[in-house]
């Protein structure tokens, strides 16, 4: 894989766990979302349609897709898709930092796990 491809990729893997963390951000700004009635539901997707961490984490991934086509032009699918990977262990990482979410050893052992992975089949 070049560094040109392998940047696309990363770039997409960030933008993507950009997406989540926005997607959190604005999902705590709602708050818990009772789903009940027709009219509960309508005033729940307005409120997450009009919240704007949640426009911009969705502007995120629409951007990511697009990077991430450009990517498959030039790598294999079985080599690009595992490379989605590295998302979780950034996503998990900034979750930590921005949110106070646990990093237990069990989760540290799967992140190096995973980054183990990520060079395996980056190098194949």
């Given at each position: 894989m070049t560094?040109?491809?392998?940047?696309?990729i990363?770039?997409?893997?960030?933008?993507?766990?950009?997406?989540?963390?926005?997607?959190?951000?604005?999902?705590?700004?709602?708050?818990?979302?009772?789903?009940?009635?027709?009219?509960?539901?309508?005033?729940a997707?307005?409120?997450?349609a009009t919240q704007p961490w949640i426009l911009v984490g969705l502007c995120c991934y629409f951007v990511?897709?697009?990077?991430?086509?450009?990517?498959?032009t030039r790598v294999d699918v079985?080599?690009?898709?595992p490379m989605l990977?590295?998302?979780y262990v950034i996503a998990a990482?900034?979750?930590?930092?921005?949110?106070g979410e646990a990093l237990t050893a069990s989760r540290i052992l799967g992140i190096a796990i995973i980054l183990v992975g990520v060079v395996v089949l980056g190098r194949g």
């Open positions: 560094f040109a491809t392998f940047s696309l990363f770039t997409g893997v960030l933008l993507n766990s950009a997406a989540q963390l926005m997607l959190k951000a604005g999902a705590r700004a709602l708050g818990p979302v009772a789903i009940g009635s027709g009219s509960s539901l309508f005033a997707g307005w409120n997450a990511s897709a697009g990077l991430w086509v450009l990517a498959l079985t080599v690009a898709y990977s590295m998302g990482l900034l979750a930590w930092h921005f949110f």
